[in-house]
């Protein structure tokens, strides 16, 4: 079946690394993906990481993925004010073949 | 490079008002098309996907419909709304000929139901 989980909340002060995390269930997926939502905005896509892929750096952020456990995770250095958003991460599976995504996690970076 | 366009951008409509909601794509053909639905700034439901003009499928049952005239646009409707239908609308496209299913969103419609 198909549940991605993520906690809601997350509160980093500037300069900080921000970690924020994923869980799915189905172990069929391809493709795992991370977008964020500023307020009042559609989403943008972060980046994404293949499943036969352990991580994949994209300047700040970096993006590990445990197979075995089901965790993907995304970490934001030097968190920036600029940061603060909605993470939302997603899952393709060829079985669904659609896109399933979490529940968001609210980033909040404080001064 | 491709665009995606989503009008109105925010709509005040009263209990049971029709509502038509257009998402249009540019720079890119044969596009998946997507409407998704966010209430209160959450998670995001699926609420109609298309694979081709005339070809719609229906996540969920609801109040609402939706469209395909044209192969780059996407329309959502409903002939009488209700107030759960406020909410932030989004439309999203991903290209057909790919594995995957990277989906590119709109900037969305912002709908309060009074």
């Known amino acids: 079946g198909e549940d991605v989980e993520q906690s809601l909340f997350l509160s980093v002060r500037e300069g900080d690394s921000s970690v924020i995390n994923c869980t799915y269930t189905d172990s069929s997926s391809t493709y795992l993906y991370w977008y964020k939502q500023e307020p009042g905005a559609g989403l943008q896509l972060l980046t994404y990481i293949f499943s036969n892929m352990d991580m994949k750096q994209d300047q700040r952020l970096t993006v590990l993925l445990n197979k075995k456990d089901k965790h993907l995770s995304l970490r934001i250095a030097d968190t920036q004010t600029g940061d603060s958003a909605i993470y939302f991460c997603?899952?393709?599976?060829?079985?669904?073949?659609?896109?399933?995504f979490g529940t968001g996690t609210r980033l909040q970076v404080t001064l | 490079s491709q665009t995606i366009h989503q009008w109105p951008a925010t709509l005040v409509q009263p209990v049971g008002s029709p509502l038509s909601l257009e998402c249009t794509v540019e720079?890119?053909?044969?596009?998946?098309l997507y409407w998704y639905r966010q209430a209160a700034g959450r998670g995001l439901q699926l609420l109609f996907y298309s694979v081709g003009i005339g070809q719609i499928s229906s996540e969920v049952p609801q109040n609402l419909s939706a469209s395909r005239p044209q192969d780059r646009q996407f329309i959502l409707s409903s002939k009488k709304l209700l107030l759960s239908d406020s909410g932030f609308y989004l439309c999203?496209?991903?290209?057909?000929?790919?594995?995957?299913?990277?989906?590119?969103f709109g900037p969305g419609t912002r709908l309060t139901v009074l």
């Open positions: 999203a496209w991903s290209d057909r000929d790919t594995f995957t299913d990277t989906q590119y």
């Open positions: 720079g890119t053909s044969n596009p998946n």
């Open positions: 997603a899952e393709f599976t060829g079985t669904a073949s659609k896109l399933t």
